[in-house]
């Protein structure tokens, strides 16, 4: 039995069965033997090995009794023939595949790791071909197990597909197969061959003799003889299974095709490798220069020729995975990952060009004939197939990744687009720059990420080579620098909406054009400094709003190139207001300023709050000094004055403190039209504000304008549109025109919300915090006008089809501040609008009638505190409602004589009243002047007409009543009617 493997076995009384399969596992051998073999003596003449018996290779049992045994043998002898071949074929697979790892593999393993070899490439190859032998040897086990016992179970149907798949040998073959072409390549075997001859210890080595390196290099290939002997015997046993189960002959006739592409790849990744060993040995500088263990050469010019058009074209060798180019005096090397093959049809006689395209260079290659030519790129084109795994319906599973070479059914295929990582060593703007994402010809192009030499690191995506799209940006310069960008890109440069921070601690959040700050855009400074508004050429320009963090002050006006210059608004936190026109950042001219005492200049200026020149300063009492003043105003040493102080006189000059509230004379900054003139020193016109807010917004309606077939309701949701079309076309309906722009302005990211929300958030930072100033309540009123219009006009511009409903002319770009708002306005645009700056506009109101309404209490209080007589006297109620009675008559008409001879005295604010610190705006309580003898009479007259008692709080309330009587018609004199309604209700 040497040599045989034993598959099944049955004793009995006097004898043994054995049945296997003989030493050179072709065949099956049925061994019966007597007693004396069992109990050692020497075979006698009856033991007999039974060979090519009828039916012999269709058994699948065997049993033994005491006297007899016998087998059992299937009816189908071709079916069963077959399956005990492949049977065989396992089991003596199995049988010298441990023989060679146990007297060949581990053995020279351990040599090997006890030698200087160890930590060797050689070492590295080994440990590499062992690691893969491992799970080749538990399948070769399990496989074998599996199909005897399919076998031996076998009655009706046989199910061996489910064995394949359930096992999947086939990655495992390839692991083997790449670890072993490895070795080839390299001429491993034949450097283990000699130090296997040159160890002292191979005395102990079971082998008779060293091997040579031919002989280790069958001795690793053995285990890869399974693909081709299964190959055959799976195709033999699907055809026998055709006739019995069709639908298991399909499932082996699709193993059976794995296998042959399994055996076809295994031959040619053997062959590749032979050939790179070659290679490798003939050009020894080429092999110093980029050997690589999982290299493979795929084409050589010296044998397939391929030229350049330069003088030296030298020698192109094609791997795996790069292209070289080898000079005389230089070397190139180009990654396969980013090469392209480009195709040139033109041609010379005997010169067929093609391109080849890499990130920092092209080459314009030839060659003799069309065919060499086309061979060339299809080599070329199939390896960068390989190298940048295609799904697995166009390349198989083995890729260059697992077998270090290219398959040859691999289809030619042109990758356009493709993903790799490339450091560029020239290029102008990412020098020494490593780019790790998509390509497109050459060049990135896609999703990517370019890690540059300086610290810059781009992240998004590019085009044509440069950033281009949304993408962010992270560096680290030195300050006054870009330290972080977040934003839209163009041809490499900032160019639409970004968010950037720098190295200096300032952000921007805004607009770009070209790399430089363009639009509209808010800067944030380290200091506090803050800057909304108009940008242009990376400066400001236009209308903007600077909040100094520093002087705690607000400036509203025009810029032009980053200073203050034109019509502006200076609001400080301490309640100074001054406006006029600045010249490079300073207020020069003419202009107007108040204090928080309402203390009012109206003259020329020579900076912020100095005052230079002629000018006219108002007092809250009236007075006013009009001449030539110099000075800061914050001064405390005072200014220098040249002029004359005048009295208040109300029936020519108002006093400062009428300019905030009293009827014609009323303004929000306290410019009066009777001295000062109509013209606002300061004042921007409405319409000249956040005007690249809606120019933007046009902007981005106009892309989906121009786009063919591009509808702007799809941009928000397509179920709007339902059956009416709301694409820019003609036709559209109005009334579903309307229902749209309902949601467009509420959907987060439609151009029309876009620009309702940026509006209020500038409405903000314009009439908040510093900027709440009661004076500027006009300005804020005319700027919401404003924007209800020009809101408006942006709808107008995308649906003209309003115009007609909205019935205003067309023609004209914006109605008058004057005119009333439209139908249009006040039913879609203005409650979205106001919902965002009522609060604003309520507290404006509220600092802008403080004044007002102190004066409107402290009537109330006056009016509450007024005899019940006087108060019904003054409201002029019918005297037969009075509630005096007439036992009071005589009580009351000495208490009036008493009065009537009582010096005039000054009214005393009430107790609660002068616990309330008093109101710089306020004004002084008129002076008190007794009863006419008209109002005395009528009171005297009320009296007798009603009975009743006088009550003691009345009579002792009544030694006042002049004063309180006479200071309620004094209020009721200015025309307002709050006191008066407020009286009522008491």
């Known amino acids: 039995l040497q040599g045989c493997g034993v598959t099944q076995v049955a004793v009995g009384s006097n004898h043994m069965m054995f049945l296997g399969v003989s030493a050179g596992g072709t065949q099956h051998e049925l061994h019966i033997l007597d007693r004396s073999c069992v109990t050692g003596n020497p075979p006698s003449p009856k033991s007999k090995v039974v060979e090519r018996c009828e039916g012999?290779?269709?058994?699948?049992?065997?049993?033994?009794?005491?006297?007899?045994?016998?087998?059992?043998?299937?009816?189908?002898?071709?079916?069963?023939?077959?399956?005990?071949?492949?049977?065989?074929?396992?089991?003596?697979?199995?049988?010298?595949?441990?023989?060679?790892?146990?007297?060949?593999?581990?053995?020279?393993?351990?040599?090997?790791?006890?030698?200087?070899?160890?930590?060797?490439?050689?070492?590295?190859?080994?440990?590499?071909?062992?690691?893969?032998?491992?799970?080749?040897?538990?399948?070769?086990?399990?496989?074998?197990?599996?199909?005897?016992?399919?076998?031996?179970?076998?009655?009706?149907?046989?199910?061996?597909?489910?064995?394949?798949?359930?096992?999947?040998?086939?990655?495992?073959?390839?692991?083997?197969?790449?670890?072993?072409?490895?070795?080839?390549?390299?001429?491993?075997?034949?450097?283990?061959?000699?130090?296997?001859?040159?160890?002292?210890?191979?005395?102990?080595?079971?082998?008779?003799?060293?091997?040579?390196?031919?002989?280790?290099?069958?001795?690793?290939?053995?285990?890869?003889?399974?693909?081709?002997?299964?190959?055959?015997?799976?195709?033999?046993?699907?055809?026998?299974?055709?006739?019995?189960?069709?639908?298991?002959?399909?499932?082996?006739?699709?193993?059976?095709?794995?296998?042959?592409?399994?055996?076809?790849?295994?031959?040619?990744?053997?062959?590749?490798?032979?050939?790179?060993?070659?290679?490798?040995?003939?050009?020894?500088?080429?092999?110093?220069?980029?050997?690589?263990?999982?290299?493979?050469?795929?084409?050589?010019?010296?044998?397939?020729?391929?030229?350049?058009?330069?003088?030296?074209?030298?020698?192109?060798?094609?791997?795996?995975?790069?292209?070289?180019?080898?000079?005389?005096?230089?070397?190139?090397?180009?990654?396969?990952?980013?090469?392209?093959?480009?195709?040139?049809?033109?041609?010379?006689?005997?010169?067929?060009?093609?391109?080849?395209?890499?990130?920092?260079?092209?080459?314009?290659?030839?060659?003799?004939?069309?065919?060499?030519?086309?061979?060339?790129?299809?080599?070329?084109?199939?390896?960068?197939?390989?190298?940048?795994?295609?799904?697995?319906?166009?390349?198989?599973?083995?890729?260059?990744?697992?077998?270090?070479?290219?398959?040859?059914?691999?289809?030619?295929?042109?990758?356009?687009?493709?993903?790799?990582?490339?450091?560029?060593?020239?290029?102008?703007?990412?020098?020494?720059?490593?780019?790790?994402?998509?390509?497109?010809?050459?060049?990135?192009?896609?999703?990517?990420?370019?890690?540059?030499?300086?610290?810059?690191?781009?992240?998004?995506?590019?085009?044509?080579?440069?950033?281009?799209?949304?993408?962010?940006?992270?560096?680290?310069?030195?300050?006054?620098?870009?330290?972080?960008?977040?934003?839209?890109?163009?041809?490499?440069?900032?160019?639409?909406?970004?968010?950037?921070?720098?190295?200096?601690?300032?952000?921007?959040?805004?607009?770009?054009?070209?790399?430089?700050?363009?639009?509209?855009?808010?800067?944030?400074?380290?200091?506090?400094?803050?800057?909304?508004?108009?940008?242009?050429?990376?400066?400001?320009?236009?209308?903007?709003?600077?909040?100094?963090?520093?002087?705690?002050?607000?400036?509203?006006?025009?810029?032009?190139?980053?200073?203050?210059?034109?019509?502006?608004?200076?609001?400080?936190?301490?309640?100074?207001?001054?406006?006029?026109?600045?010249?490079?950042?300073?207020?020069?001219?003419?202009?107007?300023?108040?204090?928080?005492?309402?203390?009012?200049?109206?003259?020329?200026?020579?900076?912020?709050?100095?005052?230079?020149?002629?000018?006219?300063?108002?007092?809250?009492?009236?007075?006013?000094?009009?001449?030539?003043?110099?000075g800061a105003w914050s001064d405390r040493n005072g200014l220098k004055v040249n002029g004359m102080l005048k009295g208040p006189d109300s029936t020519t000059q108002p006093s400062s403190r009428d300019l905030g509230y009293e009827g014609e004379l009323r303004d929000s900054r306290g410019v009066y039209a009777a001295s000062l003139g109509a013209d606002r020193h300061g004042r921007v016109h409405p319409h000249q504000k956040w005007e690249a807010l809606f120019s933007r917004c046009k902007q981005q309606i106009m892309q989906y304008q121009g786009k063919p077939g591009s509808q702007l309701e799809n941009y928000v949701s397509p179920t709007i549109s339902g059956s009416n079309s709301l694409g820019f076309t003609e036709g559209r309906d109005v009334e579903a025109i309307k229902t749209y722009l309902g949601q467009a302005f509420l959907l987060r990211g439609h151009p029309l919300n876009k620009l309702v929300n940026d509006l209020a958030d500038a409405f903000h930072s314009s009439y908040k915090a510093q900027g709440a100033h009661g004076r500027l309540l006009t300005d804020a009123v005319e700027e919401v006008r404003s924007l209800l219009q020009r809101i408006e006009d942006v709808v107008l511009f995308t649906f003209p089809e309003l115009a007609h409903d909205r019935g205003v002319n067309q023609d004209l770009p914006f109605a008058p501040l004057e005119s009333p708002a439209t139908d249009f306005q006040l039913r879609y645009i203005e409650p979205l609008v106001f919902s965002n700056v009522y609060s604003v506009l309520f507290t404006l109101y509220i600092l802008n009638t403080n004044a007002r309404d102190a004066v409107y209490w402290r009537s109330v209080r006056m009016l509450n505190d007024m005899p019940d007589i006087l108060l019904m006297q003054h409201l002029r109620i019918d005297r037969r409602l009075w509630f005096i009675s007439e036992q009071d008559e005589s009580e009351i008409s000495r208490l009036l004589q008493q009065t009537t001879t009582t010096k005039p005295q000054a009214v005393r604010r009430p107790a609660a009243d002068q616990s309330e610190p008093p109101s710089r705006s306020s004004p002084v309580p008129p002076t008190l002047k007794p009863f006419d003898s008209k109002m005395k009479s009528d009171l005297l007259e009320a009296l007798r007409a009603k009975s009743g008692s006088v009550s003691a709080d009345m009579t002792a309330r009544l030694v006042q009543a002049e004063g309180w009587a006479h200071g309620f018609a004094l209020s009721m004199q200015g025309g307002d009617e709050e006191p008066a309604a407020a009286a009522a209700a008491a």
């Open 56 to 630: 012999l290779a269709a058994t699948r049992l065997i049993a033994a009794g005491p006297e007899r045994c016998g087998a059992i043998v299937h009816s189908d002898a071709g079916l069963a023939s077959c399956l005990r071949r492949l049977v065989c074929a396992e089991l003596h697979f199995v049988m010298v595949f441990r023989a060679v790892m146990r007297i060949g593999l581990l053995p020279l393993k351990r040599l090997v790791l006890a030698s200087n070899e160890a930590s060797s490439p050689l070492g590295k190859i080994l440990e590499q071909i062992v690691a893969a032998a491992n799970p080749l040897w538990k399948y070769a086990c399990a496989s074998v197990t599996a199909v005897l016992q399919s076998l031996c179970t076998w009655t009706t149907k046989l199910e061996l597909s489910a064995i394949y798949a359930e096992l999947v040998p086939f990655n495992i073959f390839r692991g083997y197969l790449k670890a072993v072409c490895d070795a080839i390549s390299g001429g491993a075997f034949k450097q283990l061959a000699g130090v296997v001859l040159g160890l002292d210890a191979f005395r102990r080595y079971p082998l008779s003799k060293p091997p040579t390196a031919e002989q280790l290099e069958s001795m690793f290939l053995f285990p890869l003889q399974p693909i081709h002997a299964n190959m055959q015997l799976l195709a033999e046993l699907s055809a026998h299974m055709q006739a019995v189960d069709q639908p298991e002959s399909n499932r082996l006739n699709e193993i059976t095709q794995q296998w042959s592409t399994l055996s076809q790849q295994c031959a040619e990744a053997i062959a590749v490798a032979e050939a790179t060993n070659v290679f490798w040995n003939d050009y020894q500088p080429i092999r110093k220069l980029f050997y690589s263990v999982p290299r493979r050469v795929l084409r050589n010019s010296k044998v397939f020729p391929l030229l350049s058009q330069k003088v030296l074209s030298g020698q192109f060798v094609l791997f795996a995975d790069i292209l070289v180019n080898s000079q005389m005096f230089s070397v190139k090397q180009y990654g396969l990952a980013t090469l392209w093959v480009v195709d040139i049809p033109e041609s010379e006689p005997d010169k067929f060009f093609f391109k080849l395209v890499s990130p920092e260079d092209s080459l314009i290659v030839y060659t003799h004939t069309a065919k060499e030519k086309a061979e060339w790129m299809g080599a070329i084109t199939r390896a960068i197939s390989a190298l940048c795994l295609l799904d697995d319906r166009d390349v198989p599973e083995m890729s260059t990744n697992e077998l270090g070479y290219v398959p040859s059914d691999l289809p030619v295929r042109s990758l356009e687009r493709r993903f790799a990582t490339f450091l560029f060593r020239s290029h102008p703007l990412y020098k020494e720059g490593e780019y790790s994402g998509e390509w497109f010809e050459g060049q990135p192009d896609g999703k990517g990420r370019m890690v540059c030499h300086d610290g810059r690191i781009y992240n998004g995506s590019f085009r044509n080579g440069v950033c281009d799209g949304q993408a962010t940006m992270t560096c680290t310069p030195p300050n006054g620098l870009i330290k972080y960008v977040k934003g839209y890109w163009q041809e490499g440069k900032i160019h639409g909406h970004a968010d950037v921070e720098y190295a200096d601690g300032s952000s921007y959040s805004g607009d770009w054009w070209q790399g430089a700050r363009s639009g509209h855009g808010r800067l944030m400074s380290s200091a506090g400094d803050r800057y909304l508004g108009n940008w242009e050429n990376d400066l400001q320009n236009g209308y903007g709003v600077m909040d100094d963090g520093q002087r705690r002050e607000r400036y509203l006006g025009m810029f032009h190139d980053g200073q203050r210059y034109g019509p502006g608004i200076v609001v400080t936190a301490s309640g100074l207001y001054y406006e006029g026109t600045f010249v490079n950042n300073r207020l020069q001219g003419r202009g107007l300023l108040l204090d928080v005492d309402d203390t009012v200049y109206d003259g020329e200026f020579a900076a912020d709050a100095f005052l230079q020149g002629k000018g006219k300063l108002i007092f809250p009492n009236g007075s006013y000094m009009e001449g030539w003043f110099s």
